[in-house]
């Protein structure tokens, strides 16, 4: 089972979104899940309807109660009611973390060469920014680096701190490139610790404990760079799991309808139905009359858009992943929202 799980996915297909529902998902039966930011947005914040998340590991929600047995692993805990969430087995918890590449080096500096006040010193200078930028490769060692920690750490008991560590990651067209650190930062240090810890993150990254999953939406440019998206992966030796089709919008009309809107032979059943809704006959002028023609025009619209779907639907398949479909909500995503995607996820099986 996969304990860093990377989510990825074109701008505006909702990723952050999907993230977030993830870690809430696989908060479950006591099960603690840390939700890692690393593009500095605060997306997560103002998902979780909470202040701006410092560079510390803070607790930002409780996982939705389990009803009944888990299928997405073992629990942290034993059975019991959940104070938190009413009945059920005991909820787990979901930690947010934000990653400053600047404070993530001066971590760094300080575990490796005990630089102290003399690290803080270099970021009043701007030194840290400097050398982040001119080696933008060292900059994703240290973002990926904290949350393979996170995934590495263990307690005094030699537990894992945290079950899984979900990070929300850069969009699909730099994952591959930000993942593949030990590739990035080959012309940086050929030996040393930095040579040292980009090792350890490919180790963690190339393992069956990671999974890098791919948001989408049933349009061609996400599609076709969600197609991309996995191709580099593969190529790259890192791990794929799933693909999440974002945003899935409800068949108003059953196949035969569709069939006949697309032959355009329903212009007299909706003469009909408007009748029987009161509306007055068909004659010409009236409103009934008037109605029609643009309510076909939608019929068409929507006919059409389901048919484009279905294509890209079938397109995604090819691709030999699982899928997870997530409906659009009407009113946006708030914090109910998102607790309602994170059980749609979970009733879709483990991801």
């Given at each position: 089972?996969?304990?860093?799980?990377v989510?990825?996915?074109?701008?505006?297909?909702g990723?952050?979104?999907?993230?977030?529902?993830?870690?809430?998902?696989?908060?479950?039966?006591?099960?603690?899940?840390?939700?890692?930011?690393?593009e500095?947005?605060?997306?997560?914040?103002?998902?979780?309807?909470?202040?701006?998340?410092?560079?510390?590991?803070?607790?930002?929600a409780?996982?939705?109660?389990?009803?009944?047995a888990?299928?997405?692993?073992?629990?942290?805990?034993?059975?019991?009611?959940?104070?938190?969430?009413?009945?059920?087995?005991?909820?787990?918890?979901?930690y947010?973390?934000?990653?400053?590449?600047?404070?993530?080096?001066?971590?760094?500096?300080?575990?490796?060469?005990?630089?102290?006040?003399?690290?803080?010193?270099?970021?009043?200078?701007?030194?840290?920014?400097?050398?982040?930028?001119i080696?933008?490769?060292?900059?994703?060692?240290?973002?990926?680096?904290?949350?393979c920690?996170?995934v590495?750490?263990?307690?005094?008991?030699?537990?894992?701190?945290y079950?899984?560590?979900v990070?929300?990651?850069?969009p699909?067209?730099?994952?591959?490139?930000?993942?593949?650190?030990?590739d990035e930062?080959?012309?940086?240090?050929?030996?040393?610790?930095?040579?040292?810890?980009?090792?350890?993150?490919?180790?963690?990254?190339?393992?069956?404990?990671?999974?890098?999953?791919?948001v989408?939406?049933l349009?061609?440019?996400?599609?076709?760079e969600?197609?991309?998206?996995?191709?580099?992966l593969?190529?790259?030796?890192?791990?794929?799991?799933?693909?999440?089709?974002?945003m899935?919008?409800?068949?108003?009309?059953?196949?035969?309808?569709?069939?006949?809107?697309?032959?355009?032979?329903?212009?007299?059943?909706?003469?009909?139905?408007l009748?029987q809704?009161?509306?007055?006959?068909?004659?010409?002028?009236?409103?009934?009359?008037?109605?029609?023609?643009?309510?076909?025009?939608?019929?068409?619209?929507?006919?059409?858009?389901?048919?484009?779907?279905?294509?890209?639907h079938?397109?995604?398949t090819?691709?030999?992943?699982p899928?997870?479909?997530?409906?659009?909500?009407?009113?946006g995503?708030?914090?109910?929202?998102?607790?309602?995607?994170?059980?749609?996820?979970?009733?879709?099986?483990?991801?």
């Amino acid at each position: 089972m996969s304990r860093l799980h990377v989510v990825s996915g074109k701008g505006g297909t909702g990723k952050t979104t999907v993230a977030a529902a993830l870690a809430l998902a696989l908060a479950t039966e006591g099960r603690r899940t840390l939700l890692v930011e690393v593009e500095g947005r605060q997306g997560i914040a103002q998902l979780f309807e909470t202040e701006a998340l410092p560079y510390e590991e803070r607790k930002i929600a409780v996982g939705p109660a389990s009803e009944g047995a888990s299928r997405w692993g073992s629990s942290r805990t034993e059975s019991g009611g959940d104070p938190l969430r009413g009945g059920g087995r005991r909820a787990g918890e979901v930690y947010a973390l934000a990653i400053d590449a600047e404070r993530a080096l001066l971590d760094y500096l300080q575990m490796f060469y005990k630089l102290g006040s003399a690290g803080r010193a270099l970021k009043k200078l701007g030194a840290i920014d400097f050398a982040t930028t001119i080696a933008p490769g060292l900059r994703d060692v240290l973002l990926t680096g904290k949350a393979c920690e996170a995934v590495r750490r263990k307690d005094k008991n030699g537990r894992f701190v945290y079950d899984a560590v979900v990070m929300d990651a850069p969009p699909t067209g730099r994952i591959t490139r930000f993942l593949n650190v030990n590739d990035e930062v080959a012309g940086l240090a050929k030996i040393g610790p930095i040579h040292n810890q980009a090792q350890a993150v490919m180790r963690v990254l190339k393992s069956p404990e990671t999974a890098v999953h791919l948001v989408t939406l049933l349009e061609e440019m996400p599609v076709q760079e969600t197609a991309d998206g996995v191709a580099e992966l593969r190529a790259a030796g890192i791990p794929v799991g799933g693909i999440v089709i974002n945003m899935t919008r409800p068949a108003l009309l059953d196949n035969g309808d569709l069939d006949v809107i697309a032959a355009r032979g329903a212009r007299s059943g909706v003469a009909k139905a408007l009748s029987q809704a009161g509306l007055g006959g068909a004659r010409r002028g009236g409103l009934a009359d008037r109605l029609i023609d643009p309510l076909l025009e939608q019929a068409r619209e929507h006919a059409e858009r389901v048919e484009l779907e279905r294509a890209e639907h079938a397109e995604l398949t090819s691709i030999g992943l699982p899928t997870y479909e997530l409906e659009l909500l009407p009113e946006g995503v708030d914090l109910a929202g998102l607790y309602q995607l994170a059980r749609d996820l979970r009733k879709q099986g483990p991801i």
